[in-house]
């Protein structure tokens, strides 16, 4: 039987069942020992990627690449659209139409929530969501999961506390959902106006009922898992806003000192000051180990959607 990804599109972590999940990470352990020995494979010797970046991104985008590379394909693309026919006006839907007779996935990250949504609709090839604005980032998401199972063993009854900007914060939307499928308590711990939405917090609650908010940091001193995010500026229509909440939270060596020894400290990155570079070379940090896992990860999610290996 094919993979769970086999030539669909994967544009929010809804799109997958937990069981669609533990195969993903599964093929994902195989990819990272590719990684490990420094190899190249051909298994996508004859597919090509493009990836759409309509906004900045530096892991998604290389990881993605790098991924691609790793398992003998080729890549195209652009990581400014102010290069492209966007700027003379081109539709994302006509962008979308042409690109799919280019290459055979299409990675799209863009500014607005649903945009990746919109793109599957008009690709006749698989589209994979790499960030939406507000949205998701459901590979962000899987990597994530992949981390915290290589660090603590398991994906269930976990004390998880996310902190920052949880309004804005993409990765935190797909995560949150993805922990709770699994079956964790998950604080949000984020300033009043920036907490998570009340359509995320209201189905996470009805349907697991293991998520909590909060406002302090003092919540997250038990947590087996700790995911940081940065408060995503250029969400904010004015710097002034920003600017009132961009110091909310820092994770220091002296918060580390009297929380759970043995807790996990996570992020997406990009990092702005939300953790103390003193906590990099702290045993509890892995977001380094993280970001790196994006390769392996997204080497399972090309060859399982264009082979439908698992
Ligand atoms: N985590 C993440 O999405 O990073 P980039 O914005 O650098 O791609």
């Known amino acids: 039987m094919a993979s769970a990804l086999f030539?669909?599109?994967?544009?929010?972590?809804g799109d997958l069942s937990k069981k669609d999940i533990g195969e993903v990470l599964e093929h994902a352990s195989k990819m990272l020992s590719i990684v490990e020995q420094g190899r190249r494979v051909d298994y996508l010797e004859n597919e090509i990627m493009a990836t759409?970046?309509?906004?900045?991104?530096?892991?998604?985008?290389?990881?993605?690449?790098s991924a691609m590379q790793?398992?003998?394909?080729?890549?195209?693309?652009?990581?400014?659209?102010?290069?492209?026919?966007t700027k003379k006006g081109e539709s994302l839907a006509d962008t979308?139409?042409?690109?799919?007779?280019?290459?055979?996935?299409?990675?799209?990250?863009?500014?607005?929530?649903?945009?990746?949504?919109?793109?599957?609709?008009?690709?006749?090839?698989?589209?994979?969501?790499?960030?939406?604005g507000v949205g998701q980032h459901p590979t962000q998401a899987l990597l994530d999961l992949f981390t915290i199972k290589k660090e603590k063993g398991r994906l269930d009854k976990l004390r998880i506390a996310m902190v920052g900007d949880m309004k804005n914060g993409r990765t935190v939307h797909s995560l949150s959902e993805a922990l709770s499928l699994f079956g964790n308590e998950i604080t949000f711990?984020?300033?009043?106006?920036?907490?998570?939405?009340?359509?995320?917090?209201?189905?996470?609650?009805?349907?697991?009922?293991s998520a909590q908010k909060s406002e302090s940091l003092e919540k997250a001193r038990d947590a087996d898992v700790i995911y940081m995010t940065r408060i995503q500026q250029e969400r904010f229509a004015k710097p002034e806003d920003y600017k009132r909440f961009e110091h909310s939270f820092r994770i220091d060596r002296k918060f580390l000192e009297g929380a759970n020894n043995d807790v996990i400290i996570m992020h997406p990155?990009?990092?702005?000051?939300e953790i103390s570079p003193e906590v990099d070379k702290m045993k509890n940090s892995v977001y380094f180990k993280q970001a790196s896992y994006g390769v392996p990860v997204r080497m399972a999610i090309l060859d399982m959607m264009?082979?439908?290996?698992?």
């Open 7 to 13: 030539d669909r599109d994967l544009v929010a972590i």
């Open 52 to 65: 759409l970046f309509f906004e900045p991104s530096t892991r998604t985008r290389l990881s993605f690449e």
């Open 70 to 85: 790793r398992l003998g394909g080729g890549v195209i693309g652009f990581a400014d659209a102010g290069t492209t026919s």
């Open 96 to 132: 979308i139409e042409v690109v799919s007779s280019y290459a055979d996935v299409i990675v799209i990250r863009h500014s607005t929530e649903g945009a990746a949504r919109e793109a599957a609709e008009h690709s006749k090839i698989p589209v994979i969501n790499a960030g939406d």
């Open 189 to 209: 711990i984020a300033p009043e106006e920036l907490q998570i939405p009340d359509s995320i917090y209201g189905r996470l609650s009805r349907e697991y009922g």
């Open 269 to 273: 990155l990009p990092r702005v000051m």
């Open 306 to 310: 264009l082979t439908g290996k698992k």
